[in-house]
């Protein structure tokens, strides 16, 4: 069985401050590792995943993640946020024997303030 | 454009009534999958598809049911089995019969809500 946990469900930050929302994971076997963004009343749509290789990732918009595989842990950052940036953020991880049975964390609301 | 749709995008049922969501897809994906979404309980997966004629439960199937007659078409129904149905429900695919590597692509989403 796998989980995910996001410590934090509810992040306020300023307009250009840095935020980092927290994703940790648990599981027996490797696993793929994800981060989905959900703008209000739409569908998630991907942000960024860790595969293999590299352990950092990147988006296009700025955000970056890091696999940490002797914590566990999958935290995204962003040096500096927009006000556009606003919206809620799942963490996923997903096993890596075959089928894609995705586990999703319970999502972080990122509230940037002007 | 290539995507996901939902419909109807709110939807309000009477208790005791059975309610069938759409969704549509024509990203030519093997896959699909319905979740449904509670505030602060993330995403939960009902059912999913890997191939037409085919379904699985999820985590949750209990009081719903679907049907995958054609490749992008994946609808979901709500029973009144389901003790709990108002939420937010989201139909997802992806590519290759649900690899673990793949991306899942969302639609919309649809608000049901029982009076």
């Known amino acids: 069985a796998q989980s995910v946990t996001q410590l934090d469900s509810q992040v306020p930050v300023f307009e250009e401050a840095p935020v980092e929302l927290r994703c940790n994971y648990s599981?027996?076997?490797?696993?793929?590792l994800f981060w989905y963004v959900q703008y209000p009343n739409q569908g998630l749509q991907l942000l960024l995943k860790?595969?293999?290789?590299?352990?950092l990732v990147e988006s296009i918009n700025g955000f970056e993640a890091e696999f940490n595989k002797s914590q566990t842990s999958f935290h995204l950052r962003k040096p500096s946020v927009h006000i556009s940036d606003t919206a809620e953020y799942f963490c996923?991880?997903?096993?890596?024997?075959?089928?894609?049975?995705?586990?999703f964390g319970t999502g972080t609301k990122l509230q940037v303030i002007p | 454009d290539g995507g996901i749709t939902q419909s109807p995008k709110y939807l309000f049922r009477k208790e005791g009534q059975n309610v069938t969501l759409s969704c549509e897809q024509n990203?030519?994906?093997?896959?699909m999958y319905w979740y449904r979404q509670d505030p602060g309980q993330g995403l939960r997966l009902i059912y999913y598809?890997?191939?037409?004629?085919?379904?699985q439960k999820g985590d949750i199937a209990e009081g719903y049911s679907v049907s995958r007659e054609k490749k992008e078409s994946f609808p979901l129904t709500v029973t009144s089995a389901q003790k709990n149905p108002t939420a937010f429900y989201l139909c997802?695919?992806?590519?290759?019969?649900?690899?673990?590597?793949?991306?899942?692509?969302f639609g919309p989403g649809t608000r049901l809500t029982v009076l």
């Open positions: 997802a695919s992806s590519m290759s019969s649900g690899r673990s590597t793949d991306t899942q692509y």
């Open positions: 599981s027996s076997v490797s696993v793929y």
């Open positions: 860790y595969l293999s290789g590299s352990t």
């Open positions: 996923a991880v997903s096993d890596r024997r075959g089928y894609q049975k995705v586990t």
């Open positions: 990203l030519n994906h093997d896959a």
């Open positions: 598809s890997q191939i037409v004629n085919d379904f």
